[in-house]
């Protein structure tokens, strides 16, 4: 006769039966198995032994020990101002300190749209000549460069200009390939990856 | 001293808490009050040495009360306090690297002071409570078991089993997976059995 694999008692199935809630197959299991009972009743038994620990209390005064400490670490400045502003206080000051200067930035705004719009068209015109400027000196600076004349010349004509930027394309492919293999988390777990 | 007002008493933790924020001390109190007991057992169970625990406990309520506003209203206010517990405790262990003694002291003590010096210190002078478990052999044998335990399974034990903590808040509490706490805990149930065994013969 074919003898199946004995399946004991789990975890799951332990709780369940201190919870008087085991399930026909691991009751009958239970009732036949030996050694399953046996260590379920000795599971009973530490969990009894565990439920009747005692608890511990601290030495007497042990909340006045602790609200002592914590005055004596409180910040010099938040034990000054703890007992005329509590906490909420300073956030409703801080909120209306922030609505106070909002307000005041709108008046002002509209008090001076003329002197306001002068500012921002001065800075718009400054900011372009800027960029102006400077794209201006970098241009000038590339052509001037020693390279620039023989790069132009071989670029100039439309078979070898298509070779150089093909080859700049498949470069830049490649690199992006490479980057996105460093980037990728590894599909199975490494040792000691959480280290 | 008088005890904290009848209002504080009945309300719920989110309540005394709000309290707290405003730099209430009556709040503070009954804080302190309701979670001493159970905070200073898990980690006196954990260091096993009753000023440290007493100066770790203290610890985790000043963490607790300087970061109530941090706190974050829809967590249990226990697991959080129990986490600053446990962690306290943990960190505690690894820097002294305690969670490798034995009752028979430290395995790299050279010397019989030094050996007596890092033993599990049960039944020491003024641990009265202990020392009452101790003499019962069950209780006695239990806690000995337990402070064998590695420490992450004994923090479980003890929350889930003493405390009575439920298996998600304690994976809550300790940030761990639920699958994870159930192993520990049976783990744990596990050397516990062994260790009581020849009791129950």
Redesign the interface.
Known sequence: MKKWPVNHLT?DD?DAFHSASLSDAARDHLAECEECRT?A???R???A???????????PH??????A??QR?APALSRVL??RF???WNRRALAATLVLGLGASIVWTLLNRTLLLSWINLAAAETGRTIWLGVRVAATNLTSQPWYAPLRDFASSPGRLALVIGGCLVLYAVALAAMRRLLTPPSRPVPHGNW | MSGPAPDLRAATDQEVVLRARTGDQAAYRELVRRYERPVFSLVFRMVRNRELAEDLSQETFIKVLNALESYRPEFKFSSWVFKIANNAAIDHLRRRELDTLSLEGSPHAETPQMIEATALQIGERGETALEEVENRELGGEIERAIARLRPEYRTCILLRHVEGRAYEEIAEILNLPLGTVKTYIHRARNELRVALAHLKQ
């Open positions: 975890a332990l260590m009743e000795l599971d038994a530490v969990l032994a565990l439920a009747t620990l005692p608890s511990y209390a601290p030495a042990f909340a006045d020990r602790v609200v400490r914590l670490h703890a007992p509590p906490a909420s």
